[in-house]
Structure formats: C-alpha cells, structure tokens
C-alpha cells in the first residue's frame, strides 16, 4: 500500500519506502529512452570530471548511494516495480571498470540480509552499518587504512519519529544509532551559512550551501587532503560518512551540493576529490557551476533577521 503526500510505500514488517516526492523515486526504474539519455549524462559528466581531476593531478571517485527500492526489493512486498533498472545497477555497467567509478549496490545487495539493517526502516538514509560498509568500500578504492577502531567508536540510542515514518498516520517510531565519531578529527573551519543556522539552533534546516573543513594532526591518519561534494548522507556534522574519512584523513572538506565548484577544487588543490549523492537525486544533470563562497553567504543577511524574528515570535507565543 501507499500513503502519504510523498507516496510512502509499506512493505514487509513496517518497511517504508518513498516512491514519489520531487525526484518522483519511482520513476528511477520505469527505463525508456529518456531515462538511458539522462544516464548517458551522467556517464559522460563523471569521465568528463575525472579528466579534469587528473590533470590537476587529483585523484576522482563518484559513489552514488542506492535507494533502499535497490537494495530492499525483497522487503517491499508486492510493489509494482522493477529493481533491474535501477539507475544505479546501470550507471555500473555504463561506468564499469572505470576507475573514477565506485558501484555500491552490489556490497550492500550482497550484505543485505546480515543480522543489522543497512537501511532504516522508517527512513531514506543508511545506517550507521550501511554507511560504515560504503566507507570502507571507498577506503579499499582509495587504498587507505581506515582506524582499527572505527566500526567501535561509541554510539548514542535514541526512540525517533523519522521521515517516512512521520508522513502516515500510525507515525511509526524507529530505534535510531549513531556513531560519536569524532575523537582525532576537529572542525576548523564553518562556512557562514551554516555559522548562521547554528548560532541560532536550526543547524537541521541547511542543506545546500553547508560547508565545513575538518582537520586530523594523527600521525596514523592518511596525509592525503579530501575534498567531498555530498548530501545528507554523508553530512556536515560527524556522524555520518564525513565523519568517517575526517576521522582517517588529515584533511577533509564537506560541501552540500551535487555540483561542483571547480575553482573552489584548484585553489585547495586535494589528492583526493570524492562526490557521493543519493540514487533519487540522479534525475537531476548538474551543471558544475556551484559557488561555495555565494551559496555560503546567501541567506546570512536578510534571511539571518527572519531566522530570529520568528525565534521571537516563537517564544512570545509561548509565553517566554
């Protein structure tokens, strides 16, 4: 059955699945001719960065993190779908063996029926496990060591009321785990998007534009410099995918966004420039025109007032 304004599939054992939403996910394994065109785009963009990457004489790697439709198909119970065109099993084979090209949907198909869930079951995103397993796929890639301890960092519980979850109306709540990562890393330096949202406690509500650098003076973590173009599944805040690689790397910039700024990219000049997206956000062909310097001051000035005004108001109306 769906349910909801987004189109929230239930499957087997309270298993939700988003097959609608903006990015129409569904519409991700219907095929056609536009479909192949929109794939063959980001075929040729993906060859397209990487000869660029290397003739600055940096290494590129594109992951894409797979929709749980591609994963899961086992758990959604009679949707009319089907999980052979999933964008990302062809992206691997229009991309295969091309080394600017990491396929995720095999290891985590592969892992998918182990004792812990790689996906949440009342949400989009991966767990902790799922992304911990894409971290050292891409660490094996990238050649890196990841810390002996990594998969052991402590972890905080939590009883949460998640995306999908809040779109029916039973509001299922799911066991939530998340890493306390961040031991060696620390971060250095916040763009002033994400400074404004912070300061004012609404750090949840900034997506595109959030950026931040951190830093590792370990001597076990890898000297190279990384550069990640990413989503909330990698994540400014340390919990995710960019906690991780802060924690392996010496350096590590975080930038929201599935384009890229390629001045940005010369003037820090990493060894390593890593972009990772969700399936869903495929349907969309970046232009690779995104400013990090614009997109970290738009909203700091006039947005920056309104923020607070309705602060105020909110604790006006609550009798503060």
Not at 9 to 29: C, K, M, Q, S
Not at 212 to 218: H, I, Q
Not at 226 to 248: I, K, N, R, W
Not at 312 to 317: D, F, P, Q, T, V
Request: glycine fraction near 8%; charged fraction near 30%; charge should be positive.
């Amino acid at each position: 059955m769906s349910a909801g304004r987004e189109s929230v599939h239930v499957g087997r054992d309270g298993w939700l699945f988003l097959i609608g939403g903006t990015n129409r996910v569904l519409d991700r394994y219907r095929g056609g001719l536009r479909h192949w065109l929109l794939l063959r785009g980001w075929a040729r963009l993906i060859r397209a960065r990487a000869r660029r990457a290397e003739r600055l004489g940096i290494r590129c790697l594109h992951v894409i993190v797979p929709e749980k439709l591609s994963v899961y198909d086992d758990r959604t119970d009679g949707l009319r779908y089907d999980p052979a065109k999933a964008s990302t099993r062809r992206l691997a084979r229009l991309l295969a063996r091309h080394p600017a090209y990491l396929d995720l949907l095999a290891p985590l198909r592969a892992a998918r029926s182990g004792a812990v869930p790689l996906y949440l079951r009342t949400d989009t995103h991966w767990t902790l496990q799922g992304c911990l397993l894409a971290y050292r796929e891409i660490m094996r890639v990238l050649g890196a060591i990841p810390p002996a301890d990594i998969g052991a960092r402590p972890q905080i519980v939590s009883d949460e009321l998640m995306d999908l979850g809040e779109k029916l109306r039973e509001r299922p709540r799911e066991r939530i785990e998340r890493f306390m990562l961040q031991r060696d890393s620390r971060r250095v330096e916040t763009g002033p998007l994400l400074a404004t949202y912070e300061a004012e406690g609404r750090d949840r509500e900034v997506h595109v534009g959030a950026h931040v650098v951190y830093r590792n003076d370990t001597p076990t973590a890898d000297p190279r410099r990384l550069v990640l173009f990413g989503d909330s599944c990698a994540h400014f805040d340390p919990f995710m995918l960019t906690g991780l690689l802060a924690e392996s790397f010496s350096e590590v910039h975080f930038v929201w966004s599935s384009g890229l700024d390629w001045p940005y990219i010369e003037r820090v000049r990493p060894d390593i420039l890593l972009f990772e997206v969700a399936e869903r956000f495929l349907a969309r062909l970046p232009k690779d025109d995104f400013d990090v310097t614009v997109a970290g001051q738009r909203g700091t000035g006039g947005r920056l007032a309104q923020i607070r005004q309705g602060g105020l108001e909110a604790r006006s109306a609550a009798g503060q």
